[in-house]
């Protein structure tokens, strides 16, 4: 089904386009910069004929061998070609400040299936700033590429378990699964995602670590069919430490401390040792404030079990409310919830709703992002490569005078504020004064926000 969406879509982009390239290249015709050699060498490109696309742009370069349009060209008519070395040649010769050049070793990569490689490439032609229309698929194309990449980690690692050493799982790797609300009313059970996502949130704000991606957590779920359980089984997390590359694993338990009162259970898993480290249950009141406080107890009673001696800066990032509406915390919460289900739909209305309480909700402002992209990404397909082979050609060819709708990026969760740039409507809680920093049983009433 997802193939046949992603043809439709580039079909769709091929309708929009046509005219525009056609257009173009009569320019390029009569134009004395372009000169018939590109016009003749992008039409063989696009009857399949490379080969004679590549005599074109070789005879063209012997005569004119500093034309970086045509060492462009060439590369991109290798890589038709499947001839990648020869391609990765050609585009090296081609000019550095050409964001399609950059598209180009971006494709390259990619059909390699080095990913990261196409990644960094695609990265570096958006910072050259290309037309609306490329620097959109290059967006979407990118986000579909990290997912690939990180899935292919993940089938590659479960397929090696057992040669998998695990001694070799940096120190300082970090990932935080899904918290257990299971014990909680189901009004109250979202939480657990609510306070999972900010706790990864708040870790990555740590530089001493390295945080694994949530989307190559959601994927191992997925791959561990354990996405749509309500919350990861304790003994599950070895394993899923070492699938991910990481030597740590957290979570949490969630469980009623009384009337209106919630306990946070928390527990460190180290993955090479197969050893656990349960943090001093944190209590708290059912309002936001204190659930905050109880979260950044736990939080800081993980980096002592660390052993990680946090910098003022780093512990006042920490100490930063994301809101300070508990309406918009649970409809947050919910969204959280939905979106690692991949219930996209329900995750933004959800996101939406947390905004309409707390319009600064800067965390919220991403999930939107987010579901937004996976969304149109559902119904339309991910940006293939053909979509920038496409958009490529067009674009070159006119100039980059396209027009075309703008689409969201995906935000990733390393997007996360540095110290100081918080947004000023999240102000800072002031430190647990706890005797221990994993102690927070804070009393108080059901004050609203």
């Known amino acids: ?8 879509k580039i079909e769709q982009l091929e309708r929009l386009l046509l005219p525009l390239l056609t257009s173009a290249l009569c320019l390029f015709v009569l134009s004395s910069c372009g000169g018939n050699w590109s016009a003749k060498g992008r039409k063989l490109v696009d009857k399949g004929e490379y080969v004679r696309a590549i005599e074109v742009y070789s005879q063209e370069l012997a005569k004119n061998p500093e034309k970086h349009d045509a060492w462009r060209d060439l590369g991109f008519a290798h890589y038709k070609a499947e001839n990648y070395s020869e391609a990765l040649q050609a585009l090296s010769r081609a000019s550095q400040e050409d964001p399609f050049t950059f598209l180009c070793f971006g494709l390259v ?145 969630l469980s009623v401390g009384g009337v209106s009162r919630i306990r946070i259970a928390g527990a460190l898993i180290n993955t090479v040792e197969a050893s656990s480290q349960i943090t001093t249950p944190a209590e708290a009141e059912l309002n936001l404030k204190q659930l905050l406080r109880a979260q950044k107890a736990f939080v800081f009673d993980l980096l002592v079990f660390l052993g ?12 930063v409310e994301p809101t300070e509406s508990m309406a918009a915390f649970m409809a947050y919460s919910r969204g959280m919830e939905f979106l690692s289900r991949g219930m996209y739909n329900q995750a933004e209305q959800e996101f939406q709703n947390a905004l309409l309480f707390d319009k600064g909700f800067s965390r919220a402002q991403i999930q939107v992002a987010n579901t937004r992209v996976a969304i149109s990404n559902r119904q339309f397909g991910a940006a293939t490569s053909l979509d920038l082979e496409t958009s490529f050609v067009a674009t070159v060819s006119s100039a980059g005078n396209q027009s075309g709708a703008l689409l969201t990026s995906f935000i990733t969760d390393s997007d996360v504020l540095e110290p100081g740039d918080e947004n000023p409507s999240e102000t800072p809680i002031n430190p647990p004064d706890v005797a221990a920093p994993g102690s927070a049983a804070v009393k108080g009433n059901l004050d609203g926000e």
């Open 1 to 8: 089904m997802t193939a046949v969406i992603s043809k439709m």
């Open 308 to 319: 990680i001696e946090t910098s003022p800066s780093e512990r006042d990032s920490i100490m």
């Open 109 to 253: 990569y990619e059909a390699q299936e080095l990913y990261d490689s196409a990644i960094s490439s695609m990265s570096d032609a958006l910072s050259l700033e290309p037309d609306k229309k490329t620097r959109a698929l290059l967006k979407s194309r990118m986000d579909d590429l990290v997912r690939i990449s990180l899935q292919a980690q993940i089938s590659l690692a479960i397929s090696q378990e057992t040669t998998l050493v695990v001694g070799s799982i940096p120190e300082n790797t970090i990932a935080v699964v899904k918290f257990d609300g299971s014990l909680l009313s189901p009004e109250n059970a979202p939480i657990a995602a609510g306070l999972a996502d900010f706790t990864m949130v708040d870790l990555a704000k740590v530089k001493q670590l390295r945080l694994v991606e949530r989307l190559k957590v959601e994927l191992l779920l997925r791959e561990l069919n354990l996405a749509a359980s309500p919350y990861v089984d304790v003994s599950l997390a070895p394993r899923m430490g070492r699938l991910l590359g990481s030597r740590n694993v957290v979570t949490a338990k």
